[in-house]
């Protein structure tokens, strides 16, 4: 029978990305990490790890037995809290990731609503932009994911897994104040000769822009590329460009220079997800819920075709 904690070793080294940062992360040196492995090699008749100069990668056999190990560690840790709730004992910590934009508009009101409730439990917060985090909280090293999904993305796979929807946020094309067509709903076709401000190619804000110009029979051309909302608000007030922006960061931000409309003709919304493991341990249900209830109330009262001004 495999050895648990050698296969958390593979599980660590394929998070972290090499043998020296696996090694750190579990208080190990490298050499000893290595000999680990070097054993669970062994006793499979394969190699699991190829190392280089930057990094390790897992071969075929290593990705298999990566899914697996993920599933020994999570279902290790739950009952490890099982045990720990019959005996009384309270949950001494919580885990969370989420991308950056979640952290400004959801999460602080969340978190301290939670210890408010829960003064007894430490938080932790990692910054994991989507697709990533599943492979976290399926091994147990985060309670919680908070991640998204754009228009014409497709969700990543959730085996194990409970993924919960909680805000469908749409998306607004966002205009400098005083632009032509700030008094009434565009078309992506109407936009088409206006410099975009956007995520780079790939990135899932980007893939939705351009899928939905695609549909509309139009190419736009993104002159200014990044994936922070606060920059390209910050842009457009000051009359560079225009962008679809969700409305959660509308609704949270202070400028004024500007203008947001939904699009004539397509309606496109990222939808937010809470993503936890299928048993999940007090208190990560207390924290889904107080995050549901921030989530209904982060677009605001005006409705899709509000804005500031």
Request: charged share 20%.
């Amino acid at each position: 029978m495999l050895d648990a904690n050698r296969l958390r070793v593979l599980v660590e080294i394929a998070h972290a990305g090499s043998i020296a940062a696996a090694a750190e992360r579990l208080s190990f040196t490298p050499p000893a990490l290595s000999q680990q492995l070097t054993k669970l090699e062994r006793e499979l008749g394969c190699r699991l790890v190829e190392r280089g100069r930057t990094g390790a990668t897992l071969t075929e056999e290593g990705r298999v037995l990566l899914a697996y190990g993920e599933r020994v560690l999570g279902e290790l840790r739950d009952a490890e809290a099982a045990v720990r709730a019959l005996v009384g004992a309270a949950p001494e910590r919580l885990s969370l990731g989420a991308f950056a934009s979640a952290g400004k508009v959801l999460l602080p009101a969340t978190l301290a609503a939670f210890g408010h409730e829960h003064p007894q439990v430490r938080l932790s917060l990692a910054d994991i932009e989507p697709p990533g985090g599943y492979d976290l909280v399926t091994s147990g090293e985060l309670d919680l994911l908070v991640t998204h999904r754009y228009p014409a993305v497709p969700l990543p796979r959730a085996g194990g897994l409970h993924r919960e929807r909680v805000l469908v946020d749409p998306l607004l094309v966002t205009l400098p104040r005083g632009h032509p067509y700030t008094d009434r709903d565009p078309s992506l076709a109407e936009l088409a000769d206006q410099e975009w401000i956007c995520g780079a190619p790939g990135i899932h804000n980007r893939i939705s822009l351009d899928t939905a110009a695609a549909a509309a029979g139009v190419r736009l051309t993104v002159a200014y590329e990044t994936r922070d909302y606060e920059v390209a608000l910050a842009l457009i007030e000051a009359g560079v460009g225009v962008a679809l922006i969700p409305l959660s960061i509308l609704a949270s931000a202070r400028g004024t220079g500007w203008v947001s409309r939904p699009l004539r003709q397509v309606r496109l919304a990222r939808e937010i997800y809470a993503v936890h493991r299928r048993r999940p341990p007090e208190p990560v249900p207390a924290m889904v819920t107080i995050l549901r209830g921030v989530a209904a109330r982060a677009l605001g009262p005006g409705g899709p075709a509000a804005g500031p001004g």
